[in-house]
């Protein structure tokens, strides 16, 4: 024999119940079937509006009756012959008209009861069963329809009765002793009382009586038919990429149904479990779909965690004082006051010093909880054995199920790691000794972003998906986007990475899209895009609260430079082309650093320093390594190497400066770098980098540019140089009659950085540097003469992207 139950989705339609009729009349060719049913979807909500309305004395409960009474005349009309659809419309009328004298007396009385509830709330299941059992006997099937409330006994709590087991299963066994009939169809969720008074199951009732039903008659499968094909590995509304989990035991299970997978009830599995009955989430609406099988004995899936799953809506409960450390039966004290108001207590941590307690339960008990334990302990809190109690809300729990987690060592670390990364705070922690659960209470506005992470982390084949929020859309910055498109499918294949680009922002406007903007069209889409200031583009960042997030600044803007800590402070990664902040004031520029450190959050800013080069990086690891570095040279400007290698007297040297600013090497008012600021701000990182605290004020700077050039506008500057180009030219011939090149040279040694116009011989390692090169020369007490190299180009739009992107991929937490 094999019991089926078909919840309300699938009794939700008439096109519901044809597929329901299917898969039943499809399984009675090959044994005997029980079948049991929940209500229509929304009819139990129906049900109970009407009780409400009618105990508020409003008469409006008529017509929900009357929808109700329409739902299921529809669902008859459009399904059975009409020859054989008046028994069973008068059967719904009779039905109906129970319902509404039941709420006119609780109008009369202004009063509804649970007793009084729960016998109305019984008519959604009675309802749909009859209905379905009448379609079934109109299709010529061997068909009997059975009163749950004649079969399962409970005690006399209404709304969650208990289960009386020995007279329910005499019941079924006697029943089922003498029933003929091929199949029988029953309503779930309703049950009676030794008085024959109606009461229901509580949630994911009709699973239960389905589930006790095959217990007694010990059938060979209980198949629980939804609207899904099975548990999944997540919650697929929260993760995208969650999948449907084939086989799963029942302990795994009912954790995972405890908190929050709502496909089946833990309840469900006991009594089946006992009797090692398989249970097969099914979906009626794709039935060939393989569904989740649940077991005694299930073989390893490849990861030690079968699922993730959460519960929002929970507040804790904490107490803690010195009057607690030593106490017998402090404990029992406190949960006999939760238990005393029928209050659940859904997780429970202790610390080990016996000096607080908290504990975890759902939203709507929190007043009366609190009220009990305050009324409990009144006296250890009125003499401060006891502080008062702590109550927190707008809390959720996520946890890790798995039989196999207790053969892995490193699953709490995996966990707490990756969600410590990502900035996910964690309020209290408790595992069983079982091993098979790890929960974790953390804010609710977590969930979303816990809940993924947790699933990247130990559901390997999921790509893991970055998002990329971008502040400046200049030459850079279309570069980065081109860059990121290209390499989508590189990324994917070869580093299992998604880089979402989820927000950018110009100096105008912003546009956000946590599905990814399409890169192809992202001009367009930001011209379209709100209009917003830089704050107002972090706020939104921050709100987002989206897992392994970066934020990338690839302007030149002091006042997004100034909004770092807010996102490090937020656990989210800083790269930065933008040399504002690694050159600020050293006390900011600390700060910054000790944020990253402190939120786990990385702060990057490679291309501060010689564009894509390994620069900073190589300083880095000589630093991390031990070394010291004693003294720095270097040509850091890509735009002063090629003005001065690209000038020799015979074209203007305003010339050469406009053909660098057209090439994209200089900045937009090319005094920046031929000021020398520009070179300054690069030895001051790199000396800060080396350990030294550095003030950019504290740099002597050799200016070649007189200082009649620093005034005015771009277009006066390029005019004053065309003034001045006999200072230039002499420069130039100063350095050519010494067999010299011009290079703009920055040092550091002793505590002191410079930086200014020297003539270099052709034995220096500075001479045969050409076009936008960069070098730079480290001498350490590993390198002390022959020095440490790094050349290349430090200049342009690509290379600067590229190094950018090189930072992006760094900054993605581990």
């Known amino acids: 024999m094999q019991v089926l139950k078909f919840g309300g989705t699938s009794m939700g339609s008439p096109a519901a119940i044809k597929q329901v009729m299917d898969i039943v009349t499809g399984k009675m060719q090959e044994q005997q079937l029980v079948v049991i049913v929940s209500a229509m979807s929304g009819t139990t909500d129906l049900l109970l509006q009407c009780s409400e309305l009618a105990a508020k004395g ?33 059967e719904v009328k009779k039905y109906c008209n129970e319902i509404e004298d039941i709420c006119n007396g609780i109008f009369l009385l202004n009063e509804s009861s649970p007793r009084s509830r729960d016998k109305i709330m019984s008519y959604g299941e009675l309802l749909s069963s009859r209905i379905l059992s009448s379609l079934l006997i109109a299709s010529q099937a061997d068909v009997a ?34 029933n003929t009939s091929r199949l029988v169809v029953m ?64 302990q795994e299970a009912m954790e995972l149904s405890h908190f929050g997978a709502k496909v089946i009830y833990p309840p469900t599995i006991q009594p089946v479990m006992k009797k090692n009955i398989p249970v097969w989430i099914k979906n009626t609406f794709a039935k060939d779909d393989y569904g989740t099988l649940i077991e005694n004995e299930v073989k390893k899936n490849g990861s030690s965690i079968r699922g993730i799953s959460s519960m929002n809506r929970i507040t804790l409960l904490s107490l803690e004082g010195g009057g607690m450390v030593g106490i017998p039966g402090f404990s029992k004290k406190l949960f006999e006051a939760l238990a005393g108001e029928s209050v659940n207590v859904i997780l429970i941590t202790q610390s080990s010093s016996e000096h607080s307690i908290c504990v975890a339960i759902e939203d709507k008990d929190a007043e009366k909880a609190a009220a009990s334990i305050n009324r409990v302990f009144q006296y250890e809190m009125e003499t401060g054995k006891v502080d008062p109690l702590v109550i927190e809300k707008d809390l959720s729990i996520s946890a890790l199920v798995g039989d196999n987690m207790k053969s892995h060592t490193g699953i709490a670390g995996k966990m707490f790691g990756v969600l410590g990364r990502n900035g996910v705070n964690i309020r209290a922690i408790a595992q069983g000794s079982s091993e098979r659960n790890i929960s974790a209470v953390i804010a609710t506005k977590d969930v979303r972003k816990a809940v993924n992470v947790l699933h990247e982390e130990f559901f390997e084949s999921t790509d893991k998906v970055i998002h990329l929020f971008v502040a400046g859309t200049g030459n850079v910055g279309k570069r980065l986007f081109n860059q990121l498109k290209n390499q989508t499918q590189f990324l994917r294949q070869h580093m299992r990475l998604q880089v979402k680009i989820a927000g950018i922002c110009n100096s105008r406007q912003m546009v956000f899209n946590e599905s990814g903007i399409d890169l192809a069209h992202w001009e367009d889409i930001l011209q379209k895009g709100e209009k917003a200031g830089i704050q107002d583009f972090i706020t939104r960042i921050i709100d987002k609260n989206l897992r392994n997030s970066v934020f990338t600044d690839v302007t030149a803007n002091d006042t997004v430079a100034a909004v770092y800590d807010q996102l490090l402070k937020k656990n989210i990664g800083v790269v930065a082309c933008n040399k504002v902040a690694a050159s600020s004031a050293f006390s900011n520029y600390k700060r910054l650093k000790e944020l990253s450190r402190e939120y786990n959050a990385p702060f990057l800013f490679e291309t501060n320093v010689g564009a894509g080069l390994p620069v900073i990086g190589t300083l880095n690891d000589l630093m991390r390594s031990g070394d010291k570095v004693n003294k720095i040279e270097a040509v850091l400007s890509g735009t002063l190497n090629f003005v001065f290698n690209n000038y020799d007297g015979k074209k203007d040297f305003s010339t050469v400066v406009k053909q660098a600013q057209e090439e994209g090497y200089t900045e937009p008012d090319p005094r920046l770098d031929l000021s020398g600021a520009d070179v300054m701000r690069k030895i001051l990182i790199l000396a800060r980098e080396a350990g030294v605290q550095l003030e950019m004020e504290e740099i002597a700077c050799h200016a070649f540019l007189p200082d009649s050039c620093m005034e005015g506008s771009v277009e006066d500057f390029y005019a004053e140089m065309k003034n001045k180009e006999e200072h230039f030219r002499s420069l130039y011939e100063n350095a050519a009659a010494e067999n010299c090149k011009l290079k703009f040279v920055a040092s550091y040694e002793n505590g002191k950085a410079e930086v200014g116009l020297r003539h270099i011989p052709p034995q220096s390692d500075f001479y045969h540097l050409y076009g936008k090169d960069n070098i730079v020369l480290f001498y350490t007490e590993r390198y002390p003469d022959q020095p440490l190299v790094i050349k290349g180009a430090g200049a342009g739009a690509e290379v600067t992207a590229s190094g950018v992107f090189a930072d992006i991929l760094r900054a993605i937490p581990s």
Request: hydrophobic fraction near 45%.
């Open 187 to 250: 309503p779930g969720f309703i049950a009676r009382n030794d008085s024959n008074i109606t009461t229901t199951l509580g949630r994911g009732g009709s699973d239960y009586t389905a589930a006790i039903v095959a217990a007694a008659v010990d059938a060979s499968v209980l198949e629980i038919w939804t609207d899904v094909s099975g548990m999944m590995t997540a919650d697929p509304r929260l993760v995208f990429n969650a999948r449907i989990i084939a086989h799963i035991s029942y």
């Open 145 to 178: 329809w059975k009163d749950a409330r004649e079969l399962v006994c409970t005690d006399s709590g209404f709304g969650n009765a208990i289960v009386n087991f020995e007279k329910t299963q005499s019941s079924i066994l006697s029943f089922f002793r003498s």
């Open 58 to 90: 409003d008469d409006t409960f008529r017509d929900h009756i009357r929808e109700i009474e329409a739902r299921h005349f529809a669902v008859i009309r459009q399904l059975m012959p009409v020859q054989n659809q008046g028994s069973v419309l008068s």
